[in-house]
Every structure is written in structure tokens, then in C-alpha cells.
């Protein structure tokens, strides 16, 4: 039976009429259950699609419809033609491409524009200036938000970036202009690294992004990776939800996030939160968006701008008591934003951990396969974001994140022991995970200090050192396992 959600507020009379109805969600795993359960809280039905690899996924159960998109794993997630015509077909009036595949794709947004679908993020012009990452910087330069020093627009040839690495020095950063989530980027120390990184790069820009324009900036040596939430609606109302600390990584992909940073001075967290507002209104930015900075020596610096909710999007609800993807929903129905900058507060600090299938001490070789056993952590101030369950196949073609563990508490040294107790009890066997590693970190004290760069990981290589003896409970669980398969059970 149809819902309906119907929110009444005073200054909004006629809000229920203007809602969404019915959405599309056009992506898998833990992000599509995630926009399930905020459809269900709002009264909106959520229509799922899937893969032949997919077909007993946990969003495939939970939504309230859900089609086959064909039997090749990736294809029918990478199609947007086809995607929105699935959104006419089955009646509905909104998309939500969740965060990668096609999220940061300007033409899925253009086409649901032209079908009469509602895209759960900006507009298609704002998609296709921020993927352009010489043309953000560009746009930012404008809007007098700090940039690394780098070329101007893309280069033409390996000599012009020769030439540029001479004038802004060693070490610099080659990037892939369309380039993201840690793709189509290498650091050069010196002419000869950027010599044989060039084909590279070009090679795996095109591949992976479909374009071979590339661009140089300067390598901000062990910076902190810092970036802000922000939100903004079509009434011109723009808001940042304090920023996430994304320092802890392995080449360039996150690992452990925190909000709000430990590291950042009331100062400093007022001025990023600020430049982040800037440089959404800059681009007349609409929806949800990540601003993210470097940030190295007491200077901040711009370093791109992701124009979809991100995979750590649930600290700030943590810390913010904002729903993300509800706010998402209510812009994309053309409604206000429901706070105001000056009633949003931050309390305490959330830590999420990225449980993947990959195993930290065979160089995070990934390991998918069944999960014969998972239990989940709970207690007080703990969440999990995830789509696996006890029989799941983790399938290989897809990214090796099992479940998202988020905890909180009132003080730093509180959330990471929290972290730590949730993690141990965390029950997930069949596949290796980053479980045992992020419990390490925990213990490390240059961490427990709240003092660390983007170079934690590789200075620390010590902390894959742990030991992979089975706890007594695991040990209790695969001997019941064996007396029932014997029994027949």
C-alpha cells in the first residue's frame, strides 16, 4: 500500500504535496539499503535494481520493488539511458545514484532533466564544472577559496608537465581531471617518476573515466585530509555540518573517519566550515556535497569537490543529528532546508570504520567469498551500515566493503575505546577483514594522540603485525558449524 509523508510546518503549509513519492535508487550494497530505510521513514516507496549477481542482495530485499538491470555484473548499474527509463517505467518521480557508479555523472542527471525525473543531487552543469578538476580549481580561485599551487588547465604533453614540476617543485601530484576516489593519480618526486608515471596516468584516466586530460599540482607533503558537509537548497540557503577528519587512508582510500577532527582548532573548524559554504555558493551548488581540503602547516588548502552524499556521510549524522539522505530528498522535492546555520551543533566525536574483505597482512589483498557466520555489534552508541548477512556471497566485482561501523561518544578517548569494544564484538567469519587492523590502529598512540597525517599508514606498517589466533567464541562457533553439517542440520 501506498504511504504518504506528509510534514507540517508552519511556514511550508503545502510541503505534503510537493514530496516525492516514489524513488529509483541506482546503486547497490549498503547505500541502497541505507536510501531504502529513509524512503520507508518518509513514506516513500523505493523501487531497487540489481544484477544477475545480485539477486539476493539485502537492498533487493528490503525495497519496496526491485528489477533486474541483466545478467552482466556492471553494465545495467553503468547505464543511464536505461536506468531512467526504468524510473518512467515503474512510476517514479525521483533517482538517487547513492555515491559511485554513475553519482557524479553529469548525464544521468541531464537525462532525467529531459524524461522529468527528479536527480537527488545537482544540477547536471554543476556535476560536470566540479568533476572538472581544472575548472573547479578555476571556479574556486574565483570565489578566493585557497588552491595548491598547479597548472592552470590541463596539459598537452609529457614536456609542459616537465616544465610545470620545474616551476612549482618537486614533489608534485599527476591527476586525472575527471578522476576520483583515488584513481588517476600519482605522486612524482622527481623528472624521472614523472616520466614513467605519464603513460600511466593517461592510461588509467582513460580507462577508468573515459577522458585522458590531466593536470599537475603540487604535493602538499603528510597533509591532513580534511573535508566539510554541506548542504544547500533552491531558496539560496547554504549550510556546512562541520567537517570529517579522512586522514587515515591507504593509497589515497579512506579507511577510519572522524568527526569532527580532533586536530582542528574552533578557529580552524569555523574558517573550513566557512570556505566550504563559499565555495558551494560559488558554483550555485544544490543538495548534498563534500568540500574537501588539505590541510598542512596552518594553511588550508582546496582539493576538490564531491557532488554526491559520501560513503561517510553517517559521522555527521552522528555528531549533527541530521539525516543526510532525508535533507537529499526534501531539496531534490524543491522544499527549504529544514536548520538553519545557527542551529546546528556538533556534540562529541563518531568514528567510522570501513570493514573490508581484504586481508592487511598480504598487502590488503582483497577476499571475497561466503560469510558463513556475521553478528553485529550493538550497544550504546553503535551503528552498522551494511547489505551482507550470515550466507551472503561477497560477489568479486564489486568493492570490497562489507559494512560501515560507526561509534560515538562524548569525548575523543571515549569513542575509541568504544570503537575498540564494538569491533571485538564484531562477529564476521568466512572472508578476512580490516577488523583486526583498525583494532591496532586503535592502540596506537600516535593515534590515540588525535596528531596524524595522510602518512599514518605507511609510517606504521608494524601494525599488520598482529596476531589472527581464533577467540575461544570463534573457535566454539566453527565446532557447532561442524557437528551440524555432520548431523544434517
Not at 524543491?334 to 536548520?339: C, H, M
Request: net charge negative; aromatic share 8%; charged share 25%.
Amino acid at each position: 500500500m501506498l504511504r504518504l509523508y506528509v510534514e507540517f510546518t508552519p511556514d511550508h503549509p503545502t510541503e505534503e504535496r510537493d514530496v516525492i513519492k516514489k524513488i529509483l535508487i541506482a546503486n547497490r550494497g549498503e547505500i541502497a539499503v541505507r536510501i531504502v530505510r529513509a524512503c520507508a521513514e518518509m513514506g516513500i516507496r523505493s523501487v531497487a535494481i540489481h544484477s544477475d549477481a545480485d539477486r539476493y542482495a539485502l537492498h533487493v530485499k528490503r525495497a519496496d520493488e526491485s528489477y533486474n538491470v541483466g545478467s552482466d555484473p556492471l553494465a545495467g548499474y553503468l547505464n543511464a539511458r536505461q536506468l531512467v527509463n526504468l524510473a518512467v517505467e515503474t512510476g517514479c518521480d525521483a533517482l538517487h545514484p547513492g555515491y559511485g557508479f554513475l553519482s557524479e555523472n553529469a548525464e544521468l542527471a541531464r537525462i532525467c532533466s529531459e524524461r522529468g525525473i527528479k536527480f537527488i543531487g545537482p544540477s547536471a552543469e554543476v556535476i560536470a564544472r566540479m568533476g572538472d578538476k581544472t575548472e573547479a580549481r578555476r571556479s574556486m580561485i574565483a570565489a578566493g577559496v585557497p588552491v595548491t599551487p598547479g597548472t592552470e588547465g590541463n596539459l598537452k604533453d609529457l614536456q609542459e608537465a616537465l616544465s610545470e614540476a620545474d616551476r612549482v617543485g618537486y614533489p608534485v601530484m599527476l591527476k586525472a581531471t575527471s578522476g576520483g576516489g583515488g584513481r588517476g593519480i600519482r605522486r612524482c618526486n622527481s623528472k624521472e617518476e614523472l616520466e614513467q608515471a605519464w603513460p600511466r596516468v593517461i592510461s588509467e584516466a582513460t580507462k577508468a573515466f573515459g577522458s585522458a586530460d590531466v593536470f599537475l599540482e603540487k604535493c602538499i607533503v603528510n597533509p591532513k585530509h580534511i573535508e566539510a558537509q554541506v548542504l544547500a537548497d533552491s531558496f539560496g540557503n547554504t549550510v556546512h555540518l562541520y567537517e570529517r577528519d579522512c586522514s587515515i587512508q591507504r593509497r589515497n582510500q579512506k579507511l577510519i573517519e572522524i568527526a569532527p577532527s580532533p586536530q582542528l582548532t574552533p578557529e580552524q573548524r569555523a574558517y573550513i566550515g566557512d570556505l566550504a559554504v563559499r565555495a558551494a555558493q560559488a558554483v550555485g551548488y544544490e543538495n548534498a556535497g563534500t568540500v574537501e581540503f588539505l590541510l598542512a602547516d596552518n594553511e588550508v588548502y582546496f582539493m576538490e569537490m564531491n557532488t554526491r552524499v559520501q560513503v561517510e556521510h553517517t559521522i555527521t549524522e552522528q555528531i549533527t543529528g541530521i539525516d543526510i539522505v532525508r535533507e537529499q530528498i526534501r531539496i531534490a522535492s524543491g522544499l527549504p532546508l529544514s536548520v538553519k546555520q545557527e542551529d546546528i551543533e556538533h556534540r562529541g566525536y563518531a568514528i567510522q570504520f570501513r570493514i573490508n574483505a581484504e586481508d592487511p597482512k598480504n598487502d590488503f589483498l582483497p577476499s571475497f567469498g561466503k560469510i558463513t557466520r556475521y553478528y553485529a555489534p550493538g550497544g550504546p552508541g553503535v551503528r552498522v551500515d551494511t547489505a551482507i548477512y550470515t550466507g551472503y556471497t561477497i560477489p568479486p566485482y564489486y568493492d570490497s566493503m562489507c559494512l560501515k561501523l560507526i561509534v560515538w561518544a562524548n569525548n575523543w578517548e571515549d569513542a575509541m575505546d568504544r570503537g575498540y569494544r564494538a569491533l571485538d564484538d564484531m562477529h564476521l567469519h568466512g572472508v578476512k577483514t580490516t577488523e583486526l587492523y583498525y583494532q591496532q590502529i586503535l592502540k596506537n598512540p600516535d593515534f590515540r594522540s588525535g596528531v596524524f597525517n595522510t602518512s599514518f599508514v605507511d609510517t606504521h606498517p608494524e601494525l599488520t603485525n598482529y596476531s589472527t589466533k581464533n577467540k575461544p567464541e570463534a573457535l566454539a562457533l566453527a565446532i557447532a558449524g561442524a557437528i551440524a553439517a555432520y548431523a544434517g542440520l
